[in-house]
């Protein structure tokens, strides 16, 4: 099998675990409503932390069998792998509308990665490291802080917090890579600090994906966090590492449109939610709600029978109440209990009354 191959087997296997874990975070966040973050008390998380490991690991290898511009695009199928996935093992469908913004995001991520042209490996010094922690750490917490606010809107706190998860994933890659660079002419001690950040980075969007997907399901957080990290990642290798698009100012334009699919595809996942959220909580109509306050009718108490009055001689009139009958009726239609009858109906019986009465 060709590097090429491989590399293209490996990244359709790392959004596979990609895919997977992203589905047991979303089923641990159902289940686990009160544990926001990190419910470490549950296997279930666990198996979803080695899932993505196992798909970073598998990223990272099919890095090393091939091009840049190749891998990045494939990584963004993670999205699409998700949503039969969870149809076919969890029983979460997912509307049209979520297909549509799922392949509107993957097709416009991958366009815009396909045109991100390729550089000189350089590493960043000291002072570019700090700078960029503190704003990643910045941003983060900004985000985190909006989520908190946007509590009463699990749709729009979801995508703030994905979209933290997504820039802590893709500095993560981004020190990673400097790392890497760092480590071609050997390992040094210099690089600790660094990969402290990256321990943190990749913990809190971990974590931070974790709570995306509580209350929101699994497309819109999954979307959103697949579009932002390589997005970050690449706009810090386009202004930090010397990357540049492809085709010139041709290249800058198509990636320009690339970045509005891709958007749109997450407006249109995050409306979604939106409608499910409004339709969830839809007010009940007044006349309904009068009609479930209304305690139910008592049932009418029995009505008194005239003295003298046999009690198989009588019949029910909701009027008059229990009226004798003549003698001369037989005794099988009397046995028989009469429905309330017509306003006309009861005049007459009144008439009949006061004529066997009389």
Not at 161 to 175: D, E, P, Q, R, T
Not at 176 to 201: E, F, N, R
Not at 231 to 245: P, Q
Not at 324 to 343: G, I, K, M, N, Q
Request: glycine residues 10%.
């Amino acid at each position: 099998m060709s590097g090429l191959a491989l590399s293209v087997l490996l990244s359709l296997i790392s959004a596979i675990a990609y895919a997977g874990g992203a589905i047991v975070q979303e089923r641990v966040a159902e289940n686990s409503p009160t544990q926001q973050y990190a419910p470490m008390r549950r296997p279930s998380w666990w198996a979803a932390v080695g899932l993505n490991g196992l798909g970073g690991v598998l990223h990272v290898v099919a890095l090393a069998f091939g091009p840049l511009s190749l891998v990045q695009p494939l990584g963004a199928l993670t999205i699409v792998v998700a949503l039969p996935m969870a149809a076919l093992f969890v029983g979460r469908r997912a509307g049209a509308t979520a297909w549509r913004g799922a392949i509107m995001a993957t097709v416009g991520l991958a366009g815009l990665l396909s045109l991100v042209g390729t550089a000189d490996a350089r590493s960043l010094d000291t002072a570019q490291r700090v700078a960029l922690a503190v704003v990643t750490g910045g941003a983060v917490v900004a985000l985190m802080t909006a989520a908190r606010a946007a509590h009463r809107h699990p749709a729009v706190r979801s995508v703030l917090l994905a979209v933290a998860s997504g820039i802590a994933f893709g500095m993560s890659s981004v020190f990673t890579k400097t790392v890497a660079v760092d480590w071609a002419g050997g390992v040094s001690l210099a690089d600790l600090p660094s990969l402290a950040v990256i321990g943190v980075l990749a913990t809190a969007g971990m974590m931070l994906s974790q709570a995306a997907y509580r209350g929101a399901g699994l497309t819109a957080p999954l979307a959103t966090l697949t579009v932002v990290n390589p997005v970050v990642a690449a706009a810090v290798g386009i202004t930090m590492f010397g990357e540049i698009f492809r085709y010139g100012t041709t290249g800058t334009l198509l990636a320009l449109g690339c970045g509005i699919v891709a958007t749109g595809g997450l407006i249109l996942l995050t409306t979604e939610r939106l409608g499910d959220e409004r339709h969830a909580e839809a007010p009940v109509p007044a006349e309904t709600a009068v009609a479930a306050a209304e305690p139910a009718p008592r049932p009418m108490p029995p009505m008194p029978v005239p003295s003298g009055a046999p009690a198989s001689r009588v019949r029910a009139d909701d009027a008059l109440g229990r009226i004798p009958v003549p003698d001369s009726v037989p005794d099988e239609l009397t046995a028989e209990v009469f429905l309330p009858t017509p306003a006309g109906a009861r005049a007459r019986a009144r008439e009949d009354a006061g004529l066997l009465r009389s």
